[in-house]
């Protein structure tokens, strides 16, 4: 007998439910480890102190928390279970980098994770050979470089533009494909054209990346001209325009969006001015990684993640209360940084950390609550 679906889960596919939410629970760790180096970071008092914490706090939540989600969601669609070596590389490596052992250890593991992402997109290439399968592979590819780089020693500072690249890219690639929504009325042209204009902006990404990695002083401004760029003409051409008018899940999604393209924005006019160190440098990295990346993973969590997890996580208003209390006391944090006010910086970061602990338990309650079904990605419910 075939299993109708949305009844419930048969035992195989609650083992795959069971082994996919296994492979998130290094993530989540990460993610709090983050958090409570965040807290250090801020001279604020954290649940732990350790050495290490403060000094790989970037890439415990950039690969260790973002990148493993990234790449769990990738190696689902991939299908085999080879492609789960992504996600396992980054997270676990985020997890040895905070251990004891030795620092290559964890460094190595999130290359290794890092590869594999960048290895799944071969055969999603293969399947349909679409252009925004070709701009997340541009950005996996400076993911790569941004965890060999580290591996070689290179100071994370110096790694941050390759970070953006990486994750910048990725979602770029989601929203190009979802763009298309937007774009049914096109005629094939108009839309062929609009794939290469995404394409040359990709190619941009990862040039302007490159050329902040040997001339900094030129590289990082150049960067955040095309972070601008690319804000506005994916901004413009995003479903997100129209959907922003509808109600409930759709809505918020757009929101998000559009709040991240704003974020991204302001990313690269603080890039025009190039720091690697200070409050200028605070101010640009959390614009890019809590404005721009955390608000666009707010928009697809709640249509994504159920089809990760194959468990519901249902629109709930109280997601609203985390990205205002999100993108709120980011603004107050980049306006601190700007002024140079510390008290005000330390109570702005605090907010921060509860808003992204808010997500997390505002995502745990509302799956909960939901009732256990099988959970398919319906893109025509994102915007």
């Known amino acids: 007998m075939t299993k109708k679906i949305g009844s419930g889960a048969g035992p195989g596919l609650t083992a795959l ?15 709090l ?29 950039t690969i260790g928390f973002v990148g493993a989600l990234i790449a769990l969601e990738r190696a689902v669609a991939a299908g085999g279970r080879w492609a789960y070596a992504a996600p ?13 052992t030795p620092l290559w250890i964890g460094r190595a593991l999130m290359l290794v994770g890092a590869v594999s992402l960048l290895v799944i997109y071969l ?21 790569v470089g941004a965890t060999a780089l580290w591996l ?36 094939p042209s108009r839309r062929e054209r609009h794939d290469g204009q995404a394409l040359a902006l990709a190619l941009l990404v990862v040039l302007a990346v490159a050329f902040s990695a040997v001339a900094p002083d030129a590289g990082l401004p150049a960067l955040g001209v095309v972070l601008i760029l690319l804000a506005v003409v994916y901004g413009r051409r995003d479903i997100a325009l129209k959907t922003v008018r509808s109600t409930g899940l759709p809505r918020f999604s757009a929101a998000c969006l559009l709040a991240g393209y704003a974020w991204l924005v302001v990313a690269g006019l603080l890039w025009l001015r190039p720091a690697l160190s ?14 721009f990346v955390m608000s666009m993973i707010l928009a697809h969590a709640p249509v ?53 602990l808010a997500l997390v338990a505002t995502a745990v309650a509302s799956s909960a609550g939901a009732p256990s079904t099988t959970a398919r990605t319906i893109r025509g419910q994102e915007a």
């Open 123 to 143: 055969p999603l290439w293969r399947r349909s050979y679409d252009p925004a399968v070709a701009i997340q592979f541009s950005g996996a590819f400076l993911g």
């Open 152 to 187: 070689a020693g290179v100071d994370i500072p110096r790694l941050v533009p390759w970070l953006t690249g990486f994750l910048l890219l990725t979602i770029a690639g989601e929203r190009v494909e979802l763009a298309r929504l937007g774009q049914l009325t096109l005629d």
């Open 17 to 31: 439910r069971r082994t996919r939410l296994a492979l998130l629970v290094p993530s989540g760790i990460a993610l």
């Open 88 to 100: 396992l590389g980054m997270s676990l490596g985020a997890l040895a980098v905070l251990s004891p």
């Open 304 to 356: 994504i993640l159920p089809a990760v997890l194959r468990r519901p996580l249902p629109y709930t208003p109280a997601f609203w209360g985390v990205a205002v209390l999100l993108h709120g006391s980011l603004l107050v944090r980049v306006i601190a940084d700007l002024v140079g006010s510390e008290p005000v910086r330390a109570v702005a970061g605090t907010l921060n950390v509860l808003s992204l």
């Open 33 to 61: 480890l983050g958090l409570d180096a965040g807290l250090l970071l801020l001279g604020l008092p954290a649940p732990l102190v350790a050495t290490r914490l403060s000094d790989v706090h970037g890439m415990v939540m």
């Open 278 to 291: 200070g409050l200028h440098y605070d101010a640009v990295l959390h614009a890019t990684f809590l404005g």
